[in-house]
């Protein structure tokens, strides 16, 4: 599977828990995902820099004495532009990983690690070999036709 492909089926699974994902839709959607996140990350940081006139690591007053302190709109569409990265990509990405997690017969209450912080723990595991033949999580994806995509 290529980047490209993955990329596509991954969307059109937007948020479908259900069913299994191959090593390669899990990797290539997360090499999507990183490289989509370097502009996102740095135009919210742009933004964010110029919400405090022009400091990233803060106002030089305190906004909560002086809201004045801080320019409102860059620092709104700063968290805007990661809740559209959370919603664009961060979905489907939290659905890749819970199809994976059941290609390795594991079940996506997994995805709990990453609010604990041990979400390399699921990178891990995406690494390893998938389950041959159908399991409680429906067939293996290796061995059901793929379908043909534009």
């Not at 305190?62 to 919603?87: F, R």
Request: with cysteine; net charge positive; charged share 15%.
């Amino acid at each position: 599977m290529s980047l490209g492909r993955a990329v596509v089926a991954c969307y059109r699974r937007y948020a479908t828990f259900g069913g299994r994902a191959r090593r390669s839709e899990f990797w290539w959607f997360h090499l999507y995902a990183l490289l989509v996140w370097v502009p996102t990350a740095v135009a919210a940081t742009v933004l964010w820099g110029n919400a405090f006139e022009g400091s990233i690591s803060g106002p030089a007053e305190d906004p909560t004495i002086n809201p004045d302190a801080v320019a409102w709109a860059p620092l709104t569409v700063a968290l805007g532009v990661i809740l559209l990265y959370l919603l664009a990509v961060g979905m489907p990405l939290l659905a890749v990983t819970a199809r994976r997690l059941h290609d390795i017969d594991r079940s996506a209450w997994w995805l709990l690690l990453q609010a604990a912080g041990l979400g390399v723990v699921l990178l891990v595991m995406g690494v390893f070999q998938g389950r041959t033949g159908s399991n409680r999580y429906g067939p293996d994806p290796r061995l059901v036709a793929a379908p043909v995509l534009p």
